[in-house]
């Protein structure tokens, strides 16, 4: 089992660009989370997707998009990227939202937009 | 509004025990959990509590008052190992049946020799 596995590890963008981080897990969770991570910030929730076919906004939402292409994937765009979105992008899962059940982390995204 | 407060920084001798206390101001709230996370790699979960009480884990202990919207990780025998930055984080009601993992900024540990 791979667990949360998410694509690019590193990247760095132009102001203006834009893309795609790919996440997938292998473990059948129904729910899925992007959060972004910046110094002294701790992890802040950008978009959320309870269950396949729903995603919902963050604390963090503005300047990003996300698909739940199926159960698996769920991804995040940056449509066009500011020196701001800067940060280091975790993408996570867990069995179901409404529980006490643990949320699984990727390994992170380092992302630099200059 | 919703906050977390914990300590940004605890230093603690290799062998002893430190508590890392987080106190929160929410609303919806429905349970405390705590993540660790080393330098460069990802938060894994330790512990998550979502009634009043103390939690225990191996040398990892976690308690939550409810009423005191208080909670503390407790981690004993102190390992190098242990150096990390932990995480509480509060689980709320989001609505339509949904909940949100709101974490707090951390609490950087070093355990010195």
């Known amino acids: 089992n791979a667990g949360v596995t998410q694509t690019p590890k590193f990247q760095v963008l132009k102001t203006g660009q834009s893309m795609t981080l790919q996440c997938a897990q292998d473990?059948?969770?129904?729910?899925m989370y992007w959060y972004r991570q910046d110094p002294g910030m701790g992890l802040r929730l950008i978009y959320y997707?309870?269950?396949?076919?729903?995603?919902d906004k963050g604390e963090v939402p503005n300047g990003y998009n996300v698909s739940r292409l199926n159960k698996r994937e769920f991804s995040l765009r940056l449509e066009s990227a500011a020196p701001s979105q800067t940060s280091v992008y975790f993408c996570?899962?867990?069995?179901?939202?409404?529980?006490?059940?643990?949320?699984?982390f990727g390994e992170g995204s380092w992302l630099t937009v200059v | 509004g919703q906050s977390l407060e914990q300590p940004s920084e605890v230093t603690a001798v290799e062998g002893a025990i430190v508590q890392i206390n987080c106190t929160y101001q929410?609303?919806?709230?429905?349970?405390l959990s705590w993540y660790q996370q080393h330098d460069g790699g990802a938060p894994t979960f330790l512990s998550y509590?979502?009634?009043?009480g103390l939690e225990e884990t191996g040398r990892f202990s976690s308690f939550l008052s409810r009423s005191d919207s208080y909670g503390y990780l407790l981690l004993q025998e102190l390992q190098m190992k242990d150096s990390a930055s932990y995480f509480c984080?509060?689980?709320?009601?989001?609505?339509?049946?949904?909940?949100?993992?709101?974490f707090g900024k951390g609490t950087k540990l070093s355990v010195i020799p």
């Open positions: 929410t609303s919806g709230f429905y349970g």
């Open positions: 509590n979502a009634l009043d």
């Open positions: 996570a899962s867990s069995e179901v939202m409404g529980s006490g059940n643990t949320i699984y």
């Open positions: 984080a509060v689980r709320l009601f989001s609505g339509a049946g949904s909940y949100q993992l709101t």
């Open positions: 473990m059948n969770h129904n729910s």
């Open positions: 997707s309870a269950s396949e076919g729903t995603t």
